[in-house]
T-cell receptor, first 116, second 119 residues
Framework: GESVGLHLPTLSVQEGDNSIINCAYSNSASDYFIWYKQESGKGPQFIIDIRSNMDKRQGQRVTVLLNKTVKHLSLQIAATQPGDSAVYFCAEINLLPRSSASKIIFGSGTRLSIRP | DSGVTQTPKHLITATGQRVTLRCSPRSGDLSVYWYQQSLDQGLQFLIQYYNGEERAKGNILERFSAQQFPDLHSELNLSSLELGDSALYFC??????????????????FGPGTRLTVT
């Protein structure tokens, strides 16, 4: 499949360890944040979202942490598996629901590599 | 398999031409999003439709347009194509209003994409 973002930062993690992928966002007024996973040659896959008034949200084997003070978002993956190998994107959402100006802004992505 | 289909899978065309990309959402999903992914600009949100109406517009060029039909499938029209329009174009569907509302989920299901090459 195609490589997306050939010059992405790479995080290498031992299989079975926890992974922490970080993202800095730009707009302190963003309303929601989303994490996506994209495997080679495939479309993105929604992982989890978090509203701006929350600090933490948990899903299946994943936890997203939001630190609004430093405009930082992280995705923690527990017990990393080979199938977790992918590029991970964060995105921030700026909502203006009474107009058509609401936007989704993506980060550049981090490649997660799993060592056996 | 996300349940979202996109056609064609690949498209090669010349500069100045016009193409139409098609997206069929998952059964029952009312929202359709379009995205562009290129190596130099990454993922970019283009536009969202909810139940036939345009609800959010992102970095979509004036040469591009989209619509969502009564059966909820969507088409993205790209005209006066330039070399820089070469990219992967993804659509995604969702049962939620997303950018069309507040306090809801942004869970989306992406299609496999259409790879557009402009020569």
């Amino acid at each position: 499949g195609e490589s997306v973002g050939l010059h992405l930062p790479t995080l290498s993690v031992q299989e079975g360890d926890n992974s922490i992928i970080n993202c800095a966002y730009s707009n302190s007024a963003s309303d929601y944040f989303i994490w996506y996973k994209q495997e080679s040659g495939k479309g993105p896959q929604f992982i989890i979202d978090i509203r701006s008034n929350m600090d933490k949200r948990q899903g299946q084997r994943v936890t997203v942490l939001l630190n609004k003070t430093v405009k930082h978002l992280s995705l923690q993956i527990a017990a990393t598996q080979p199938g977790d190998s992918a590029v991970y994107f964060c995105a921030e959402i700026n909502l203006l629901p009474r107009s058509s100006a609401s936007k989704i802004i993506f980060g550049s992505g981090t490649r997660l590599s799993i060592r056996p | 398999d996300s349940g979202v289909t996109q056609t064609p899978k690949h498209l090669i065309t010349a500069t100045g031409q016009r193409v139409t990309l098609r997206c069929s959402p998952r059964s029952g999903d009312l929202s359709v999003y379009w995205y562009q992914q290129s190596l130099d600009q990454g993922l970019q949100f283009l536009i969202q439709y909810y139940n036939g109406e345009e609800r959010a517009k992102g970095n979509i060029l004036e040469r591009f347009s989209a619509q969502q039909f009564p059966d909820l499938h969507s088409e993205l029209n790209l005209s006066s194509l330039e070399l820089g329009d070469s990219a992967l174009y993804f659509c995604a569907s969702s049962p939620y209003p997303g950018l069309a509302g507040v306090r809801n989920s942004y869970e989306q299901y992406f299609g496999p994409g259409t790879r557009l090459t402009v020569t």
